[in-house]
């Protein structure tokens, strides 16, 4: 069964950093891409950066230029690296994977997605 469990959430003040890891298992398919989505109370859950299955990236604009997302597939594991943290930035964070997968990847729909974590929260403060 696959398994996604993030870590690195926590509270930061504005402009600060931080960085998120979503370690994946329970699977063995060598074909699989991988995303980071975002959800903020009373919103719905958007992307913000997805890999491709070649390492590409790809960023939502809210994002693009302050949040860095890389994988080590040897260890199964998905990053984002989040600087210049805004209060607008406050949310949960989920890791999504599409597992296997049939396609390139890098999509920001969470509908091209299968397997879920149960999400950490950051909290950006003013």
């Known amino acids: 069964q696959v398994q996604l469990l993030e870590s690195g959430g926590g509270s930061v003040q504005s402009g600060g950093s931080l960085r998120l890891s979503c370690a994946a298992s329970?699977?063995?398919?060598?074909?699989?891409?991988m995303g980071w989505f975002r959800q903020a109370p009373g919103k719905e859950r958007e992307g913000v950066a997805a890999?491709?299955?070649?390492?590409?990236?790809n960023y939502s604009d809210s994002v693009k230029g302050r949040f860095t997302i890389s994988q080590d597939n040897a260890k199964k594991t998905l990053y984002l690296q989040m600087n210049s943290l805004k209060p607008e930035d406050t949310a949960v964070y989920y890791c999504?994977?599409?597992?296997?997968?049939?396609?390139?990847?890098?999509?920001?729909?969470?509908?091209?997605?299968?397997?879920w974590g149960q999400g950490t929260q950051v909290t950006v403060s003013s």
């Open positions: 999504a994977a599409r597992i296997p997968a049939y396609s390139s990847g890098g999509y920001l729909g969470a509908v091209m997605y299968n397997y």
């Open positions: 329970g699977y063995t398919y060598s074909s699989f891409y």
């Open positions: 890999i491709r299955r070649d390492g590409s990236t």
